[in-house]
């Protein structure tokens, strides 16, 4: 349990530079469709479930989100 009352730094996405990489945090004291927090460099944080973000990871796992992405980017060059 975090004692401290604050979110519980679990990752940093990027971390190889001085720019504010997007982070994952655990705060075990939100609700628990709150419970994990996302962070951007620009300020902003999602909050969501822990079931919500098991989605989103098999979905990285599976390949999708980056065949989403890549064909969404190509269509603006094409």
Do not use: Y
């Not at 990489?21 to 822990?50: K, Y």
Request: hydrophobic share 40%.
């Amino acid at each position: 349990m975090n004692v401290s009352g604050t979110p519980r730094h679990i990752l940093t996405f990027c971390g190889k530079c001085s720019c504010g990489c997007p982070e994952l945090f655990v705060d075990h004291e939100a609700p628990a469709e709150q419970r994990i927090v996302l962070t951007d460099d620009f300020g902003q944080r999602i909050q969501m479930s822990v079931d919500q973000l098991r989605v989103i990871v098999d979905e990285a796992r599976s390949g999708r989100i980056s065949a989403l992405v890549d064909a969404e980017l190509a269509a603006l060059v094409g």
